[in-house]
Every structure is written in C-alpha cells, then in structure tokens.
Nanobody
C-alpha cells in the first residue's frame, strides 16, 4: 500500500505561482509512474500532467503546457507540480496519483494510489 500526501495548495491571484508537492510512503517510488489530476466543482477529474518512473518523459494537458512543470525526486520519494501564470480556470482540487508502470498515462483508471487532494483557488 502506498500513501501519497499532497501539500502546497492555497489561494492566489491570477498570474501568481504555486508549487505542489506529493510525498510517497514507499521506498520503491522509482518504480511508479506518477501524475497530477484536478477536479473542479461539477466537473470530471481531469489529467493535468504525468511523468514516467525515471522522470524523463512528461505529458501535459494542452491547457497547462508552457505554464506547469511536473518533476520528481526519486531520492526523496517526492513529486512536484510547479504552476506558473495561474488562471482562474485552474481553480480545482489537485490530486497526485501513482501507477505501477513505467510510463505515465492520462487515464485515471491506470492509477491505483491517490492522495487526499489539495485545494488551489485562483482569484481574478
């Protein structure tokens, strides 16, 4: 069983930056592809970004390309989401997720482990 704990959410103004962190309880973190998803009120959970188990290949939803950066530090069992130039439409609960596979996937069904979520609110 892998526990994921997010941190770093908050309330910011449009144009600001935030960095989300997600710490994993497993020492085998390097064996998991990881991703960030988000869910806004009344909407389905949406893939935001993913990175493979070695931190080499990344995937992004089009709406965050050039603004968000996903990364991971396997020595610290931690993944990150750097969010720049935030927009009100980025407001959502952000979840980190881990999958026992090499490459990341935009499908939430591929991920067996999920964090509890952290709220990001961007005011205009």
């Amino acid at each position: 069983q892998v526990q994921l704990i997010e941190s770093g959410g908050g309330l910011v103004q449009a144009g600001a930056s935030l960095r989300l962190s997600c710490a994993a309880s497993t020492r085998s973190f390097r064996n998991y592809a990881v991703a960030w998803f988000r869910q806004a009120p009344g909407k389905e959970r949406e893939f935001v970004a993913g990175v493979d188990s070695r931190g080499i290949r990344t995937l992004y939803v089009d709406s965050v390309k050039g603004r968000f950066t996903i990364s991971r530090d396997n020595a610290k069992n931690t993944m990150y989401l750097q969010m720049n130039s935030l927009k009100p439409e980025d407001t959502a609960v952000y979840y980190c997720a881990a999958a026992v596979r090499y490459t990341s996937s935009p499908s939430p069904g591929e991920y067996a482990y999920w964090g509890q979520g952290t709220q990001v609110t961007v005011s205009s």
